[in-house]
């Protein structure tokens, strides 16, 4: 079976975060874990829609350790999709000259990263870091080819593949939708639950 990612690759395992997503004091603690040691200035922005509750956990424990009249914002884009999970105009302001770390639950090639990079960098701003719960292939994302430091609590690869590159591709079945397992009940394959 074949799980498809958000950077158009395909993965014979599946990184679960949903149930880590469910329980807030969980999260609270894994975002503290990725946010430790990190200056109170950033913005903290997300490469995926699916990592809102991560990405605000993260904000939020950036602005535990602060001065009361500090404002850290926290913005969750797509723009694999052309989804922005903000206005992105407050975005744009918020952004506009300023450090800022960009978090997700894993990544699998960086592409994800880069466009959101991107983003920030077309607004003058300036990304200072990034944090990942799973970095799924540390040799490709690395402060070398990011152009900041990256943190992960998990760095192991996990291989995706282009569809057509992978033997079995057209023979086992794809899921594409977020709830990835409790579609095929009987899926008895390679999946990693975080908690």
Same mark, same amino acid.
């Given at each position: 079976? @074949? @799980?498809?990612?958000?950077?158009?690759?395909?993965?014979?395992?599946?990184?679960?975060?949903? !149930?880590?997503?469910?329980?807030?004091?969980? &999260?609270?603690?894994?975002?503290? /874990? &990725?946010? !430790?040691?990190?200056?109170?200035?950033?913005?903290?922005?997300?490469?995926?829609?699916?990592?809102?509750?991560?990405?605000?956990?993260?904000?939020?424990?950036?602005? =535990?350790?602060?001065?009361?009249?500090?404002?850290?914002? +926290? @913005?969750?884009?797509?723009?694999?999709?052309? *989804?922005?999970?903000?206005?992105?105009? +407050?975005?744009? +302001?918020?952004? @506009?000259?300023?450090?800022?770390?960009?978090?997700?639950?894993?990544?699998?090639?960086?592409?994800?990263? *880069?466009?959101?990079?991107?983003?920030?960098?077309?607004?003058?701003?300036?990304?200072? =870091?990034?944090?990942?719960?799973?970095?799924?292939?540390?040799? /490709?994302?690395?402060?070398?080819? /990011?152009? +900041?430091?990256?943190?992960?609590?998990?760095? *192991?690869?996990? !291989?995706?593949?282009?569809?057509?590159?992978?033997? *079995?591709?057209?023979?086992?079945?794809?899921?594409?939708?977020?709830?990835?397992?409790?579609?095929?009940?009987?899926?008895? =394959?390679?999946?990693?639950?975080?908690?």
């Amino acid at each position: 079976m @074949f @799980f498809g990612l958000t950077c158009g690759r395909v993965s014979t395992s599946y990184i679960n975060f949903r !149930k880590l997503y469910s329980y807030p004091s969980y &999260l609270k603690t894994v975002a503290r /874990m &990725l946010m !430790k040691g990190q200056r109170n200035y950033s913005i903290v922005v997300g490469a995926t829609i699916e990592a809102a509750p991560l990405i605000w956990e993260c904000a939020d424990a950036v602005t =535990g350790s602060c001065s009361v009249d500090f404002e850290l914002r +926290a @913005f969750c884009l797509c723009p694999d999709y052309g *989804q922005y999970f903000a206005d992105y105009h +407050a975005f744009e +302001a918020a952004t @506009f000259r300023r450090p800022v770390i960009i978090v997700d639950g894993s990544c699998s090639t960086g592409n994800s990263l *880069q466009k959101v990079r991107q983003l920030v960098e077309a607004n003058d701003g300036r990304v200072v =870091g990034y944090r990942l719960i799973w970095n799924r292939n540390p040799l /490709m994302i690395n402060k070398d080819t /990011m152009g +900041a430091p990256v943190v992960s609590l998990i760095n *192991q690869e996990i !291989k995706s593949f282009v569809p057509e590159e992978h033997p *079995q591709w057209g023979i086992w079945p794809l899921v594409t939708d977020v709830g990835h397992p409790e579609h095929f009940p009987d899926y008895r =394959g390679p999946t990693i639950t975080i908690l």
